[in-house]
């Protein structure tokens, strides 16, 4: 079946430590979202790739880095991770053009957890 | 002004009973929205979604538009405790491209 995948689904750092947070898709889409969600709030965009075009929120802190080498895969390096990215980290693909915007389509997330 | 607002809830309703869910954006030039639905520790799933003013029917669920009102609404019928989730509302801008904007969720619980 084609879908969304996501690893790790749980994710242990330390304070500092870099992290990578990997995505593929098999839906053939050609842009991939990153979200940060946090309890009980709205799934924040941090970034997205329009095919290998990166575009980058305003707000997203510097030390979130990400990649996207293929069309499949992209990846979320997160270069120090404080306390305060303990998150659950969220894909999404979706397959875009000037005419239609499709319907995104989430990964199961991984959960981040920052000692 | 945010977005896209949707109460948060707790939205509390018996099981059999139509549950109303509503959202509104401010971007009067928005074309697309969606609603997800979101259980405790997993990731959005898509329930629907509905591009032109009225009524879009999917089994149990009904999604409303009223562009003029800048209002999107979600009703589901014969609620059931299954039911019970964070409900997620989506809109995509007519500006911008491959992005869309979600609002903070409204908690539906479901009692027997």
């Known amino acids: 079946d084609a879908m969304v995948i996501q690893n790790p689904r749980y994710q242990v750092t330390q304070f500092g430590k870099p992290v990578t947070l990997s995505c593929s898709q098999t839906?053939?889409?050609?842009?991939m979202y990153w979200y940060q969600q946090k309890s009980s709030q709205a799934p924040k965009l941090l970034f997205h790739y329009y095919d290998k075009d990166f575009n980058n929120e305003a707000d997203t802190p510097d030390n979130f880095q990400s990649r996207r080498p293929n069309t499949s895969f992209c990846f979320l390096d997160i270069r120090s991770p404080g306390l305060g990215d303990a998150a659950m980290y969220l894909c999404?693909?979706?397959?875009?053009?000037?005419?239609?915007?499709?319907?995104?389509?989430f990964g199961p997330g991984t959960r981040l957890l920052v000692l | 002004q945010k977005e896209v607002e949707q109460n948060s809830g707790p939205l509390s309703v018996p099981e059999g009973a139509i549950a109303s869910l509503n959202c509104t954006y401010s971007?009067?030039?928005?074309?697309?929205f969606f609603w997800y639905r979101q259980y405790s520790g997993k990731s959005p799933e898509l329930i629907m979604f509905i591009y032109s003013n009225g009524d879009k029917e999917d089994g149990r669920f009904t999604a409303q538009l009223n562009k003029a009102s800048q209002y999107v609404s979600l009703l589901i019928r014969d609620s059931q405790p299954s039911d019970s989730a964070t409900y997620l509302c989506?809109?995509?801008?007519?500006?911008?491209?491959?992005?869309?904007?979600f609002g903070r969720g409204t908690q539906l619980t479901v009692w027997p």
């Open positions: 989506a809109v995509k801008k007519g500006s911008t491209l491959g992005r869309l904007y």
């Open positions: 999404a693909t979706s397959r875009v053009s000037f005419e239609y915007q499709e319907t995104q389509y």
């Open positions: 971007d009067r030039g928005s074309q697309s």
């Open positions: 839906l053939n889409h050609n842009v």
